[in-house]
Every structure is written in C-alpha cells, then in structure tokens.
Nanobody
Framework: VQLVESGGGLVQAGGSLRLSCAAS????????MGWFRQRQGKAREFVAA????????VYADSVKGRFTVSRDNADNTVYLQMNVLKPEDTALYYC???????????????????WGQGTLVTVSS
C-alpha cells in the first residue's frame, strides 16, 4: 500500500485545513486508516482513526471536537478536516494504514503497517 498525503500548509490560529491521503496498491476498503502527527522534538502521536466502514472513529483528546476523519472507499482516499486550529497543532502529519483485515482501531504507531511521507501543517498565532 502506498500512501500520499496532501493539503498541508500555513494557516492562522482559528483557521481550517483539510488533509487528504490517497492510497494505492492495496485493498483500501479492508484497512483501518489513521492520522498521526509529529511535533518538533516530540514522538509521533495518534490523532484520529477511522474503521473500515460504518462504526465510530476515534480521536485524541487534544483534537476531539475540532478534527473530523472521513474516508471515501470508492476513491481510496481518507481525509482529516481540521478546524479551529491552534499553534500547538503545528506538526508533520502522517497518514497510516493497518494491515488488511485488522479491524480494531489502535492508537499505537507500531500497529500501522504502511505510512505516507507526511505533510507539514504550520499554525501561526
């Protein structure tokens, strides 16, 4: 599975961005998809994840109510809508996929088998 993120950029605090992650080379609809971020000098951290279809997505407490993850299985794309952005949201954002048919949502980065290259989000105060 190959993952390519896009949509990062510079935004003022309070603004919005939508990240996209295009998947290829696998059966996208069989994979739990996640978003992670890595702030400078910090470990990679869980942001959100979405199940195969239906069910409830899971969010980190720090983004709950501001970020929304969604997926389009017909288009092999997962999205992260980020609203009310804060300077502390500044990070490199990664899309990740669990191996096919592993249906449980996990927060640990090492539970995800495939990763994109990341897209940078910078929120100015």
């Amino acid at each position: 599975v190959q993952l390519v993120e896009s949509g990062g950029g510079l935004v003022q605090a309070g603004g919005s961005l939508r990240l996209s992650c295009a998947a290829s080379g696998g059966t996208f609809s069989s994979n739990v998809m996640g978003w992670f971020r890595q702030r400078q000098g910090k470990a990679r951290e869980f942001v959100a994840a979405i199940p195969l279809s239906g069910g409830s997505s899971v969010y980190a407490d720090s983004v709950k109510g501001r970020f929304t993850v969604s997926r389009d299985n017909a288009d092999n794309t997962v999205y992260l809508q980020m609203n009310v952005l804060k300077p502390e949201d500044t990070a490199l954002y990664y899309c990740a996929s669990r191996a096919p048919r592993l249906t449980v949502i996990r927060r640990e980065p090492n539970a995800y088998a495939y990763w994109g290259q990341g897209t940078l989000v910078t929120v100015s105060s």
